[in-house]
């Protein structure tokens, strides 16, 4: 984000955006080589005979994969994101293949089309972003949060058992769909509070993502925690920002508002995982992880669902406990690589 947000500053300062297309391909290309220098970084302190080839593949790479889009948008209808996903996807999984060459084809596959994804989602979540508050530095949020994404589906598979971690992100898809699908369905007759609705969303989620545990005491408490942590999430969200900002109940902001009090409700989720872990580490990851989660997911019922409340809440459920039961996983059984 902070990568983004200098480029901006110095685009605006300096006019490159209107420069000719040599200088605007160098900005572009310097601007991706900088995202690859800080995914080799984590690449490098996580995998082990990672070198400096392996580096420099991802450098070019994502340099190449902010570049050359630009360049053929120049001259062809194309999507930006795709190409800009493909490039940095296929560079980065041929550099682990580089340096893991153990790695099974069906996991390059999976890390590959994470990468795509996670690129897909990031750009959605910047194009959102851009379209609700018409503003271009809001936007770079979706870059580093595609970066996240797409490092964490990347270290979960090269644990010795990625697929224990891929069955917690199926639970946590499975329960947080059923929970959403849930309140929705009693929501109409009952019209629960917004508090009351994502406490029992959270008790639903919780206990379900947990359920392959079969440990009663621990599905209850992660349960209670998951509820505890929407019910504060929903609570910051609607009683204290209102309360703070008199704009912020001001039907004119409604759809900056629905936006805004997206990352709370996934901080309140993600930091109530976090804690079951105990680790500053799988706190920071996860909150950040939620909230992102319910930013994106938020862009795509507003950007792509035409569908009705009961699906678009399925679907986003599912979404949201996937990605973070995906990252409760991996976070719980997280060593370094090094050692793998």
């Given at each position: 984000?902070?990568?983004?947000?200098?480029?901006?500053?110095?685009?605006?300062?300096?006019?490159?955006?209107?420069?000719?297309?040599?200088?605007?391909?160098?900005?572009?290309?310097?601007?991706?080589?900088?995202?690859?220098?800080?995914?080799?970084?984590?690449?490098?302190?996580?995998?082990?005979?990672?070198?400096?080839k392996q580096s420099l593949t991802v450098i070019f790479g994502s340099a190449l994969a902010q570049s050359v889009p630009w360049v053929?948008?120049?001259?062809?209808?194309?999507?930006?994101?795709?190409?800009?996903?493909?490039?940095?996807?296929?560079?980065?999984?041929?550099?682990?293949?580089?340096?893991r060459p153990a790695t099974r084809p069906i996991n390059l596959i999976t890390i590959f089309a994470s990468w795509m994804l996670a690129w897909k989602a990031g750009g959605?979540?910047?194009?959102?972003?851009?379209?609700?508050?018409?503003?271009?530095?809001?936007?770079?949020?979706?870059?580093?949060?595609?970066?996240?994404?797409?490092?964490?589906?990347?270290?979960?598979?090269?644990l010795k058992k990625p697929w224990e971690v891929l069955k917690t992100a199926l639970f946590g898809a499975l329960g947080f769909a059923v929970g959403n699908t849930i309140v929705d369905i009693i929501?109409?007759?009952?019209?629960?509070?917004?508090?009351?609705?994502?406490?029992?969303?959270?008790?639903?989620?919780?206990?379900?993502?947990?359920?392959?545990?079969?440990?009663?005491?621990?599905?209850?408490?992660?349960?209670?925690?998951?509820?505890?942590g929407l019910f504060v999430g929903a609570y910051v969200a609607f009683d204290v920002l209102p309360a703070i900002g008199v704009q912020y109940a001001n039907s004119e902001f409604s759809v900056k508002n629905i936006t805004l009090y997206q990352p709370f409700l996934?901080?309140?989720?993600?930091?109530?995982?976090?804690?079951?872990?105990?680790?500053?580490?799988?706190?920071?990851?996860?909150?950040?992880?939620?909230?992102?989660?319910?930013?994106?997911?938020?862009?795509?019922?507003?950007e792509f669902f035409n569908f009705s409340s009961l699906w678009e809440s399925s679907i986003r459920g599912m979404l949201i406990g996937l990605v973070l039961g995906y990252g409760y996983g991996y976070m719980r059984r997280a060593k370094s690589l090094v050692e793998v």
């Open positions: 984000m902070i990568i983004d947000l200098v480029y901006l500053f110095v685009a605006d300062l300096t006019h490159i955006r209107t420069a000719n297309v040599v200088i605007r391909f160098l900005s572009l290309f310097s601007l991706g080589g900088l995202y690859g220098i800080v995914v080799s970084f984590a690449l490098s302190k996580a995998i082990n005979n990672w070198h400096w053929v948008r120049q001259y062809f209808t194309v999507d930006f994101i795709t190409i800009y996903a493909l490039f940095a996807g296929l560079s980065t999984t041929v550099a682990i293949k580089w340096a959605l979540l910047g194009i959102h972003l851009q379209a609700v508050f018409n503003n271009q530095y809001i936007a770079t949020i979706g870059d580093p949060f595609a970066v996240l994404l797409g490092l964490l589906f990347t270290f979960g598979f090269q929501n109409t007759p009952l019209h629960l509070p917004a508090e009351i609705s994502f406490a029992l969303w959270g008790l639903i989620g919780g206990a379900i993502l947990e359920a392959p545990s079969r440990d009663s005491r621990r599905i209850l408490f992660t349960a209670a925690m998951c509820g505890i996934g901080l309140g989720l993600g930091l109530a995982l976090g804690l079951l872990i105990r680790r500053m580490s799988a706190i920071a990851v996860l909150a950040l992880l939620g909230a992102g989660m319910y930013l994106i997911t938020r862009a795509l019922n507003v």
